[in-house]
């Protein structure tokens, strides 16, 4: 979600295809879109997120982070960060 948001966000400033990559920082940067030292390690652990979730090996120990807490929390980040994304396409 938040990469197709960064990737509509591209396109509307770029008016040019985005490029073909998965790393949400580098995304951000590339769509000059001023960030915050927060919003930087967001866009960092998000893109781990999905390198966790992609191989096997990484599966089980990022398993193992997610309670119900930690899942709540991203949960309510990726949310915020989807609203302040729309915002910025919107504009």
């Known amino acids: 979600m938040i990469e197709k948001l ?3 966000y591209y396109v509307k400033i770029k ?3 985005p490029p073909f990559i998965h790393n949400l920082l580098r995304l951000a940067e590339i769509a000059e879109i001023k960030l915050t030292e927060e919003q930087k390690i967001f ?3 998000i893109t781990a997120f ?3 979730t ?3 090996d990484y599966k089980m120990s990022f398993q193992k982070r997610c309670t119900l807490e930690y899942t709540t929390k991203w949960i309510n980040e990726l949310k915020t960060k989807r609203i302040w994304i729309k ?3 919107s504009q």
Do not use: E, G, P, W
């Open 87 to 89: 915002s910025l396409i």
């Open 50 to 52: 999905n390198i966790n």
């Open 15 to 17: 008016q040019d295809f």
């Open 54 to 56: 992609r191989y096997d």
């Open 6 to 8: 960064l990737k509509a």
């Open 43 to 45: 866009f960092v652990t």
